[in-house]
């Protein structure tokens, strides 16, 4: 399967503690972005890089939200001291640079639940 | 303040007649739009897009129609499958930014 992935796919976590989520592109794709789904919304953007810089953040990333891709290839997502309203899907989705097509492609995303 | 609206919460369409999927848009910076389809558990899966530029975009029983005076686009989907029944996200992007604003969504039901 040459699609995105992410891993886990389902995350049940008790309030306070810290929960990290990975995603892996399509391979050939140069960014990636992280969204957040919640019932009856569409997703939300979060952030995004290009290759391994982060160049964009949405004003949802609070501060105990931290993404990386250290190589330009997987990338994580970590939420610090999570809280019930962290409870969400968290999709991740690959492009190839702009000039080559806008089309982001999505994983299955985690569905995190903070109890 | 939503950006892009899909003000049809769900919508239901026989076998074989055509669905039209309906969206709105406020923001005029918006210069590419796309289409994806849910289904329950899974990510988006990509559709079809089209670009400010162009009016009409299609691909096999997909069409986009975009009037960018009345900042609106719809999907159609002739003739209408069983399999097409799933959440359509209306999604944009542009003014510089990569990430894309995402409608509500609007739960297509496709009965037999």
């Known amino acids: 399967d040459t699609g995105v992935s992410q891993d886990p796919r389902h995350k049940i976590t008790k309030r306070g503690q810290n929960v990290t989520f990975r995603c892996d592109p399509i391979s050939e794709h140069n960014r990636l972005y992280w969204y957040r789904q919640t019932l009856g919304q569409g997703p939300e953007f979060l952030t995004y890089?290009?290759?391994?810089?982060?160049?964009?953040k949405s004003r949802l990333l609070s501060d105990r939200f931290s993404a990386e891709r250290p190589k330009g290839s997987f990338s994580t997502l970590e939420i610090q001291r999570t809280e019930q309203g962290d409870s969400a899907m968290y999709l991740c989705?690959?492009?190839?640079?702009?000039?080559?097509?806008?089309?982001?492609?999505f994983g299955p995303g985690t569905r995190l639940t903070v109890l | 303040d939503q950006q892009v609206k899909q003000n049809s919460p769900s919508l239901s369409v026989q076998e074989g007649r055509i669905s039209i999927l309906n969206c709105d848009y406020t923001n005029s910076m918006f210069d590419y739009f796309l289409w994806y389809k849910k289904y329950p558990a899974e990510g988006p899966t990509f559709l079809i897009s089209?670009?400010?530029?162009?009016d009409k975009n299609e691909d096999g029983r997909f069409t986009v129609f975009l009037n960018k005076s009345a900042k609106h686009l719809s999907l159609h989907i002739v003739p209408s499958q069983p399999g097409d029944s799933a959440v359509y996200f209306c999604a944009a992007s542009g003014e510089g930014a990569d990430g894309l604003t995402f409608g509500k969504g609007t739960h297509l039901i496709i009965q037999p």
């Open positions: 890089f290009q290759n391994e810089a982060q160049l964009e």
């Open positions: 989705a690959s492009s190839l640079a702009p000039g080559q097509g806008y089309e982001q492609f």
């Open positions: 089209i670009s400010s530029i162009k």
